[in-house]
């Protein structure tokens, strides 16, 4: 077998953010992996609901398997004291004991906050107070932020976006205890370009990736992802595109669906965040969540997100440069039926005979010369190695 290495799959892209000089870089130097309260709970989540998923992930495999930040979205948030600093509601009673316990197990502890007055969900947004806000969560333990845009939109001009965001990313250096930071403003000054500039390790490409609506989980899901397609060039070691959570777990998705996304987040080299009640999960869900063959896809120390190399109707062919000259292939059907679908080797520069494994079945496939064709389920994926 012959690789031919030159560009990304030989078509000459340059891949522009792969360096790990960007300011924070060394923390996130794979996609992030966790876990987030939001898809499952909402506003009404709870101390205990955090705890619960923290045990959770201790003993169902998640833990083991690279989950890593516990991470509390929004609607945490109390009043402000007389001299500014935010304090939790009486969901979370003390703040600095939840991040105790995310630690103790193991874990890290995530937060997260808007820089306009208010957060989506109404509570007091960090608009002024970014100093105060970042000095609190350094007390508390927290070792992630993911940033909000809401209600910024009503103090900031587009233009000011990145001044905005550089603001926190200043005030967290000058709290002292290193943060992943997360800017989630959709794509609407497209972050990809700027985000790495002012310290942040990942963020948001796009709106939500669920409604929760409609129920059209699964087109919405595909929408979103593939439309990364041509944002590959600016992810790399310490910065990450974002497409948003996982819904394994979460309504809408069947089986084959599950895979799907799992699959294509992480050809996509997307963070991995799960937003469901864990302690819910089913075991074919949890099996999709802890395929450690499909995470190390994921969490390739080469650091290359993939991208579309082929499409045919309802059928479209992702690919992922791995290490070691291997390369994550996959295939993919958002059909209503069962497709042969195919991958041609020369297309990601190979030469030769090569040797495949299915990632999803966990076996050796053998060799195979010039391409390799499968059935692809409705709504589903076929993910191959080659070695």
Known sequence: MVKAVFGFFGLGIVLLAGSTNAPGAELAVTPSMGWNTWYAFGCKVTEANV??????????????????????????????????????????PDMKALGDYIHSRGFKFGIYSSPGPKTCG?????????????????????????????????????????????????????????????LCEYGLEEPWIWGPKIGANLWRTTDDVSNRIDFQEYQRMMFVGFGQEGLERYAGSGHWNDPDFLQIGNHGLNSDENKTQMSLWSLLAAPLFSSADLTKLTVDQLSVLTNREVIAVDQDPQGIQGRRISQMGPVQVWAKPLSKGRTAVGLINSGESPISASVNFAAIGYSGSVHLRDLWQKKDLGVFKDSYTALVPKHGVVLIEIQ
């Open 51 to 92: 705890e619960a998923a923290v045990d959770a992930m201790t003993s169902n495999g998640m833990k083991a398997a690279g989950y890593e930040y516990v991470n509390l979205d929004d609607c945490w948030q109390g009043t402000r004291d007389a001299d500014g600093f935010i304090h939790s509601n009486s969901r979370f």
């Open 122 to 182: 109404g509570f007091p947004g960090s608009y002024g107070y970014e100093e105060k806000d970042a000095e609190t969560y350094a007390k508390w333990g927290v070792d992630f932020l993911k940033y909000d845009w809401c209600s910024a939109a009503g103090v900031y001009r587009p233009e000011q976006i990145q001044a905005a965001y550089q603001k926190m990313h200043e005030a967290i250096v000058h709290a002292g205890r290193p943060t992943i930071y997360s």
